[in-house]
């Protein structure tokens, strides 16, 4: 896997492509370079590695990892809750805090590492387990990370476990692999979210 990183002054962005080998169990089409994150639509998640950047003011900018807690810490400011916010918000959040100790700070924040992009794929796989992952990846390319399939499953009764935010619970989603490669219904090949499972059953 290589990564590449771009920084703009008032949008962080990471670029990072994945690629796969082809092999005779790979999902068709999982070869291509899955879309890259964009600080406007990607939530900051645990562990990550953000860079805090305070216009003509290097004593508080900083490069901070999110913590468990889902906080990163500030000179001046102190905590600041970053988990499930875009670079863009924060950024807006940071500025509203400063805005007690510096006329108008102009702030910008880059999302420099992006660590908290896990998923699990299970079952009927070559290579099963948790993946940690640098850009948005669909079902079936996440299957192709794992090795694909083995001679043993059952490709039409994939499905996704996902948590629903807020309720403890989790929902199943099918993943009919057939419809996808014939292009019946594309949209089953969905896009995971971190803490997804991706289940192929015997």
Known sequence: MKSSFTRSVLVGMVLLA????????????????????????????????????????????????????????????????????????LAKDIKVRLKDYKNDPSVSVVVQQVNSYNVYVMGEVVKPGRFQLKSFTTALQAISLAGGFTQFAVKNKIFVLRKLPGSGTETRINVHYGDIISGADTAQNIVLIPGDTVVVPQ
């Open 18 to 89: 994945l690629g796969s080998c082809s092999t005779p169990s790979t999902p068709p089409g999982t070869t291509e370079a899955a879309a890259s994150y964009v600080s406007g639509d990607y939530k900051i998640g645990p562990e990550d590695v953000v860079e805090v950047i305070i216009w003509r003011n290097a004593d508080l900018s900083k490069v901070v990892t999110v913590r468990p807690d889902g906080n990163i810490s500030l000179p001046l400011v102190g905590d600041v809750r970053a988990v499930g916010m875009t670079a863009v918000d």
